[in-house]
């Protein structure tokens, strides 16, 4: 069975790389993007079990901008997605809704790995 792939989107590289570090060994596979433009690069050939999406990002695409047009395409509707944000508000914005989670900056890696099995597990069925 292959490994879950979890799609890492985030500009800061020492938080990027932290919580890829993690993801690898908690028997999933991380996969990178710095900006919202690398996002859509690896979506458009990459189907991810989950996305932990930073909602600031440099470049003019924003992590709001991903989550509402990952919404609307077919194949994207069901795939778990994590807000990581450092700003509180964010979660009472009613865009926010269509994410599964948000979490604030810095969440407690092993936290995220529990949340993250528990929405791919949900939504595979088990």
């Known amino acids: 069975m292959a490994k879950p792939s979890i799609l890492i989107v985030e500009d800061h590289p020492n938080m990027r790389?932290?919580?890829a570090g993690i993801i690898n060994k908690h028997d999933m596979v991380a996969l990178e993007a710095e900006d919202g433009l690398g996002a859509i690069r690896i979506l458009r050939d990459v189907m991810p079990d989950a996305v932990i999406l930073d909602v600031e990002l440099p470049g003019g695409i924003?992590?709001?901008d991903i989550l509402?047009?990952?919404r609307k395409k077919k194949r994207f509707q069901d795939t778990p997605i994590i807000l990581h944000t450092s700003q509180p508000a964010i979660a009472n914005m009613p865009e926010s809704n269509a994410a599964d989670l948000v979490i604030l900056k810095p969440a407690d890696?092993?936290?995220?790995?529990v949340m993250l099995k528990r929405l791919i597990n949900a939504r595979k069925g088990k």
């Not at 890696?109 to 790995?113: G, K, N, R, S, T």
């Open 17 to 19: 790389e932290a919580l």
């Open 62 to 64: 924003n992590g709001m």
């Open 68 to 70: 509402q047009a990952m």
């Open 109 to 113: 890696p092993y936290e995220l790995i």
